[in-house]
């Protein structure tokens, strides 16, 4: 699992569920969970001068969300390039397990200097790499 939370009455909008900010924002928090895992953390982005840029992210709403539901985010790997990952979220309502939203990125890894695309470092990517293998299997 990369993210556990509940919805509060405040993320709840003018028809009685919470509002699409509120999933973008539960994905977000997955993802750097996720990333973390990695290697890609806030640390490594400061000391080498990196980031991660989400360039494409596709939000499927499967079923609403209320004040009080408790939703968990599971994340897999699905791609590994030289330069960017394909990744995507799973967010089901605890403890039913009904699937509430999906969400496909891609993300840049890229050099916060001249803000371009580079490769992953090798450590990085070996990562990486063995995690959509055994996402495979």
Known sequence: MTYLGTVYPQQIDHMGHMN???YASMFDQAT???L??????SEYMKANRKG?????????????????????????????????IRFAHTMKRRPLGQVIATSELVGVHFDARTHKACPFPADVRKRLSASVKRHRS
């Open 20 to 22: 699409v900010q509120y």
């Open 32 to 34: 750097w969970a996720f």
């Open 36 to 41: 973390s895992e990695f290697g890609i953390t």
């Open 52 to 84: 991660m840029a989400a360039v494409d992210q596709r939000t499927k709403y499967r079923r609403e969300v209320f004040a009080g539901d408790v939703l968990e985010v599971r994340t897999r790997l699905l791609e590994v390039k030289e330069k960017a």
